[in-house]
């Protein structure tokens, strides 16, 4: 998950030489589908409400990009929170294992 966010952020970073995606369709057709994939997590997290937060965030990140007063600004700060909801998913997820060990 962490990986095919961070290549969001890379595209768009003017410091990255290297291409990553062939123009700006092929990005949005592999963001579509970062979203699809993420979305189909929703059960593994149970119906987590960060997971919510995690896909408006990244919708948000996705509006900015379409949008023609694009925010690379606002882009970054929406990808990387949204790395830190993933990371707190996976924490509750590992809490809620460890009690059901317990």
């Given amino acids: 998950m962490h990986g095919d966010i961070h290549k969001l952020l890379l595209y768009k970073d003017k410091t990255i030489e290297e ?3 062939e123009d700006d369709e092929a990005f949005l ?3 579509e ?3 699809f994939k993420l979305g189909g997590t929703t059960t593994l997290f149970n ?3 960060l997971m919510v ?3 408006a965030t990244l919708q948000g990140a ?3 990009f379409k949008s023609d007063h694009f925010s ?3 882009f970054r700060r929406a990808i990387l929170d949204s790395h830190g909801y993933i990371k707190q998913m996976f924490e509750e997820v590992g809490c809620d294992a ?3 060990n317990s």
Avoid: A, P, Q, R
């Fill in 47 to 49: 119906d987590n409400g």
């Fill in 29 to 31: 057709v592999f963001f």
């Fill in 62 to 64: 996705m509006d900015n």
């Fill in 53 to 55: 937060t995690l896909m």
């Fill in 72 to 74: 690379y600004k606002k």
């Fill in 33 to 35: 589908n970062v979203m």
């Fill in 19 to 21: 291409k990553i995606f």
């Fill in 98 to 100: 460890e009690s059901t």
